[in-house]
């Protein structure tokens, strides 16, 4: 059966080729699981890096929250501490995972967007569509198929444990406000914004408490008209320059809380608050970084408060974060009533053959790390149940 195509099976299927994909895809090769017969990895996006692929150019590292090696990138001449940091980050994780996955021989099928996991007797039905090409760290060229083999564009693979590593960018969150799809002018989020110079000369309203809100009024500074900034809470500063132990440790306990019980996951910058690295205190000293709270409407030019008070607004960027990107799994009946799905150490406790690797307090670089040996530990234990349960039937 060609690879991609109807009834194609594998042992362990991973679904996504960001931090957390890899990081476990990094377990399961240590632990002998082959490529291709017992291991296969699709990704979405059109080339490698997960999410940084679609980050705005102006971004370098450092400029946001830490990007950490994964697991094995120093014994592979890898890593980020000593990467270019002139460089557009973006291009930078890319170019480190591409050598990644290469030396892991992952040959990660892109772009292949997973479209439904269905539960069987002995495992999932996935379905995909895309053109699953595949070579070791494919990016954009083969991607599209014109120097790689493509497969069908649509297609099923059958496994018998999925570790989803989907991650959060594929569902950005944008509240809702009255008015809001009555505004004549440009809305972007997080996920659609590409450089400060698609909004010159234009009044901008930028949305969010967290480092990407922050990031996008310093470099509007100067190149929009004007920059209103607005937040739901007022912005916790630290005074330290870099997250202190403590806030991160209760944000990823408040996370893991809201993911064995299947809540809601919190919001992280909410526990954390807002490091005072000295690009942002050399904002607030500028008087640039002054946060208005939240408007109550949003008019066809502009937002209004709930004192009356107007801001003419030719855009508006809602910095407003992601939820995780679960709508693949939907035909399982995962989620609680609370809308969030129950996980327990990375694994679903509805269901022991799906794992959920970088969810909730997975979610950070170092988060997915740690959570990668664990979770593939637990996929191997689980196929060795598996395999014992036949030889008892057999």
Same mark, same amino acid.
């Given at each position: 059966m060609t690879p991609g195509g109807e009834g194609e099976r594998t042992r362990v299927l991973v679904i996504g080729a960001g931090q957390a994909g890899l990081s476990v895809s990094w377990y399961l090769r240590r632990l002998g699981l082959e490529v291709g017969r017992d291991l296969v990895?699709?990704?979405r996006g059109p080339g490698t890096g997960g999410a940084w692929q679609h980050r705005w150019e102006s971004l370098r590292l450092g400029a946001a929250?830490?990007?950490?090696?994964?697991?094995?990138?120093?014994?592979?001449?890898?890593?980020?501490?000593?990467?270019?940091?002139?460089?557009?980050?973006?291009?930078? %994780?890319?170019e480190q995972y591409a050598r990644y996955e290469a030396a892991l021989g992952?040959?990660?099928?892109?772009?292949?967007?997973?479209?439904?996991?269905?539960?069987? /007797?002995? /495992?999932?039905?996935?379905?995909?569509?895309?053109?699953?090409?595949?070579? %070791?760290?494919?990016?954009?060229?083969?991607a599209t198929g014109s120097e790689a083999g493509s497969g069908p564009a649509r297609g099923s693979l059958q496994a018998e444990v999925v570790v989803n590593a989907t991650g959060t960018w594929g569902a950005p969150f944008v509240p809702w406000y009255p008015g809001r799809d009555t505004f004549r002018g440009r809305q972007l989020h997080t996920s659609d914004y590409?450089?400060?110079?698609?909004?010159?000369?234009?009044?901008?309203?930028?949305?969010?408490?967290?480092?990407?809100?922050?990031?996008?009024?310093?470099?509007?500074? /100067?190149?929009?008209?004007?920059?209103?900034?607005?937040?739901?809470?007022?912005?916790d500063w630290l005074d330290q320059g870099e997250l202190d132990v403590e806030s991160a440790v209760a944000a990823v306990a408040a996370q893991d809380r809201a993911a064995r019980t299947? +809540?809601?996951?919190?919001?992280?910058?909410?526990?954390?608050?807002?490091?005072r690295t000295r690009r942002f205190v050399s904002g607030i000293e500028r008087g640039l970084l002054v946060e208005r709270p939240m408007f109550t409407a949003v008019e066809p030019d502009g937002v209004r408060w709930a004192d009356g008070t107007f801001a003419h607004a030719d855009a508006i960027v809602w910095a407003t974060g992601f939820r995780p990107e679960l709508r693949h799994l939907a035909p399982l009946g995962l989620r609680s009533a609370d809308g969030g799905v129950g996980v327990e150490s990375g694994a679903s406790t509805l269901d022991p053959r799906l794992f959920?690797?970088?969810?909730?307090? +997975?979610?950070?670089?170092?988060?997915?790390?740690?959570?990668?040996?664990?979770?593939?530990? +637990?996929?191997?234990?689980?196929?060795s149940e598996s395999d014992a349960e036949r030889r008892s039937r057999s």
């Open positions: 990895v699709l990704d929250h830490r990007v950490h090696d994964l697991p094995g990138m120093a014994g592979l001449g890898l890593g980020f501490d000593s990467a270019d940091r002139s460089a557009p980050a973006r291009d930078v %994780v890319a992952l040959d990660v099928r892109r772009p292949v967007e997973v479209t439904g996991v269905t539960g069987l /007797g002995d /495992g999932f039905s996935v379905r995909w569509a895309g053109r699953a090409s595949s070579g %070791v760290g494919s990016g954009a060229a083969s590409r450089a400060a110079s698609e909004l010159e000369g234009l009044d901008v309203v930028v949305v969010g408490g967290g480092t990407s809100a922050i990031g996008f009024v310093l470099e509007l500074d /100067g190149i929009a008209a004007s920059t209103t900034w607005v937040t739901r809470r007022p912005v299947g +809540q809601a996951l919190p919001s992280i910058v909410s526990g954390t608050g807002v490091p959920f690797a970088g969810y909730g307090p +997975q979610a950070s670089t170092i988060g997915a790390n740690r959570a990668g040996r664990a979770i593939a530990r +637990q996929v191997v234990a689980r196929l």
